[in-house]
């Protein structure tokens, strides 16, 4: 029986220790800077033949697999609790607006402000002023802009934050009266 398992193993070590043919396609003959696109492509393919494939989380985002949302678990009467799930690991931004008519030296170090507490509380965005009184919060795991956002509008001088186009006001913002 052993003599039997050895032979069938010394039949399939040639298949396995085989090289690829050593010719070369036409295409690949040719001066690489007479490649087309179509070689170019050829070649990346073939350069990537033996790669193993990439994790989920190391992809780029949008070849990543969309989180599988468990409807039963959530309350559907609360659609900000539905969106927070929905994000989950993708990148959210979000505005924020400084209330009281402040420079952009005075706004940014706010912010700055703001956004340190935010890191020190595990909520991890970055920030990019795009006006004297606005910032972009940009998230990483898109979940975590609900938490900030409760946290910014708390903050005496935040005017509001606005998630996927719906604006929260500061709780100390200054009300627009008629």
Sequence with gaps: ????????????LPLAMAK????????????????TDADMERLLDQWEEDEEPLEPD???EHLRPQPQLDLSKLNTANPEELLKVSKKGR?????VSVDGNPTREEAETLTKLWQTSLWNNHIQAERYMVDDDRAIFLFKDGSQAWE???????QERCKGVT???KEYPGEYSKKDEL
């Design 1 to 12: 029986m052993k003599f039997y398992y050895l032979v069938i193993l010394m039949a399939l």
């Design 20 to 35: 690829k043919s050593k010719e070369k396609p036409d295409w690949a003959k040719k001066d690489i800077r007479d490649f």
């Design 58 to 60: 190391e992809l780029p």
């Design 91 to 95: 990148t959210l931004m979000t505005f």
């Design 148 to 154: 900030a956002k409760d946290y910014l509008v708390q």
């Design 163 to 165: 998630i996927e186009n």
